[in-house]
């Protein structure tokens, strides 16, 4: 055998080993989440920690769609953690904020999967939000503060389509709602945008009680629509909720209509909670509105709408 060629096939076969060495085992010192930390700014990696502090489960935090925001003078961090509840199972995406000149994180979890803290606070409207709004302003100097307001209620609402809205266009994204910039504000954010009779209340109870979109003071059990109404990126009802049979999901619907009315029948019961009651509503828009259990679906949202509202008050 030639002795080159040998030296050269032992050379290249010793950098392959040393390779797959590095990749398939890993020195336990290497650690993934160390290396995140070293990519991300500063002040996103702090994000991080004061965030995964809150979790009930901290080892299993996911976080995505971390940016940082200047507003008033403060900076922020804002973006969304994914982690595993008390029974071990992962949570839908939460939303947080994170204030860095008080290294202090608050998330928008009613107790699934953090731990009780004070209560969750939008992320802040940037000026660069308003430019873009005001930019594209057409008909009334207080479209700003209408956006502000939708934004509050919903705090992963696009920044862009609630200034086309405040432009006054109708388009795909705003589900092609015609009409002037109040009504087309008003069909995005329900009736948000309009005087709340004195009702006070954070973030979650301003969404979750306002009247609705699409006119959802009106729904009735009885009149069931052509199809569910579209939720925009941000509401609660716009995240996956459980994989179920119609039946189980007419079922699970049911189950929490009954304990909503044992617990106003005696308070001492446990009463369902928020997220009980909304993984009930997310189940019951999986069924298909052309099928013929959707009657029977949408007479069971109507009322389990009905019970989110009565639950924040």
Known sequence: MNLAAATIAGGVGTIFFAAASVFYYQPSFIKPEKIMDAVLTTNQSKARHAVSRLLLNPSSAEFDGLRSVEADGQKYVCGSVRAKDRTGAYAGN???????????????DDGTIAQRHDAYRTCPVTEQDEKVAQTRMTVSPGAIAAVKTIQKALPGADTTVLSSLAGGSSNASTGGVGGTMQQQLQHFGGQQTAPSGGQEG???KAASTMAAIGGEAEWQQGKPPAAWPAFPPGHELSKPGPRLSNADALLLAKEVEQRWAQHRADPAKKR???????NAERALLAIDAKGPDFPAAWAAFVRLRAVEREATV
């Open 94 to 108: 939460r939303a947080f904020v994170y204030v860095v000149a008080i290294d202090f994180a608050r998330i928008d």
């Open 202 to 204: 954070g973030s979650f």
């Open 272 to 278: 369902p909670s928020l997220d009980d009651i909304r």
